[in-house]
Every structure is written in structure tokens, then in C-alpha cells.
């Protein structure tokens, strides 16, 4: 059985109807990744946001950070979880397969980050992820502390919150646009 087909429950532009600055995007895309993730076509109904998501994702997940492209993949896995976001789970999943080489890692994250044998900084970084995510009140010094005993510094303790808050945005507006990610995800990286 396959999941529905459908981008999100709400129209998306055509990519004829972006301007350049999309388009370029929409094609780069392609040429990365070898397909334009679902979220992106899903966004495109409102452009300028759309922008706006581009900007902060690839701030986010791509620039400058303590934290590893990897890490902050298993942060977003592991929110997705928490949230039970389809989406993201699928999407990111597959990253952390790609990023890791290990398919099985994506799959763990997804289902219970728990089981996975990881760097006691990798678990510390992802328990403080659940707890943000699950019971944000509940977030105090001693978590903070458990994540500088860690090895984290205070920038990288801000950008796991930044990937954790992102993330549960992100997750908000995929279960209420009901997005559904690019079937292409579910056979990468196995």
C-alpha cells in the first residue's frame, strides 16, 4: 500500500508561476537532491514564506555549527518522533541514512532513538531534544548542565534549541497542511 498522493491538503503554485529566484531553487533541487522535497511545493502558496523557510532551514542545517550535519538531522528525526510528524520522520530519516551510512540508524530514530547505540553526546543532545519537545515546562539548568558535561558549549546548546524549535514548527504546519513527503524518500539510502 502507498501513502496518499497528494503534496498537502491545500494548493501549491505550479513552478511556472514562481519567479527566479524559485525557480533556481526548485532546479537546484534537483540537481542536489534528484527531486524537489514536497515541502517546498506544499509552501510555495504563500512565495515569500516560502523564502523565509529556505533561508532559516539552510541557516539551520547547513551553516556554521558545532553541532554535525548528522546531529542536527538526528535532533530533527527524534522531534519528528516525539510529534509523530509522517512527514519529517520520512524526509529526515532518509537524511540521517544518508548521512550516517547507516540505514538501520534511521530507522531507530524514528522508531525509539533509545535503542541506538550512541556517543553519550549524541544521547544527551537527544534526550534534551524529547524533553524540549515533550514537556518544554519541565526544561531547566540541569538539563543545560547535562549537555555542557556533555561537551556542548553554549552556542551549540543554542542551536540545538534553534533545531528543536524549528522542528517543532516545521511539524505543526506538516500535520495541518497534511504534506506528505516525496515517495522517492521511503527506498533511499537502504
Avoid at 77 to 98: I, K, P
Avoid at 119 to 129: G, I, K, N, V, Y
Avoid at 172 to 179: I, K, N, T, V, Y
Wanted: contains cysteine; proline residues 5%; glycine residues 6%.
Amino acid at each position: 500500500m502507498s501513502q496518499p498522493d497528494h503534496i498537502s491538503a491545500l494548493p501549491h503554485l505550479d513552478e511556472a508561476a514562481l519567479d527566479d529566484e524559485l525557480k533556481a531553487y526548485y532546479q537546484k533541487c534537483r540537481d542536489k537532491l534528484g527531486l524537489v522535497p514536497q515541502v517546498i511545493q506544499a509552501l510555495s502558496l504563500r512565495p515569500q514564506k516560502l523564502k523565509n523557510f529556505i533561508q532559516t532551514y539552510n541557516e539551520l542545517m547547513l551553516g556554521k555549527s558545532g553541532l554535525s550535519k548528522l546531529e542536527r538531522e538526528l535532533i530533527a528525526v527524534v522531534v519528528s518522533a516525539c510529534n509523530r510528524c509522517y512527514y519529517c520522520l520520512v524526509a529526515h530519516g532518509q537524511a540521517v541514512r544518508q548521512l550516517s551510512g547507516d540505514p538501520q540508524l534511521g530507522e531507530m530514530m524514528g522508531m525509539n532513538y533509545r535503542v541506538a547505540k550512541l556517543e553519550p553526546r549524541q544521547r544527551a543532545m537527544l534526550d534534551f531534544s524529547w524533553k524540549l519537545t515533550e514537556t518544554p515546562e519541565l526544561v531547566g539548568e540541569a538539563d543545560r548542565a547535562a549537555l555542557r558535561q556533555a561537551g556542548f558549549s553554549p552556542e551549540d546548546i543554542f542551536d540545538i534549541c534553534d533545531v528543536v524549535a524549528f522542528f517543532n514548527a516545521s511539524n505543526r504546519l506538516a500535520h495541518g497542511l497534511d504534506m506528505m513527503p516525496n515517495a522517492d524518500y521511503h527506498a533511499m539510502n537502504r
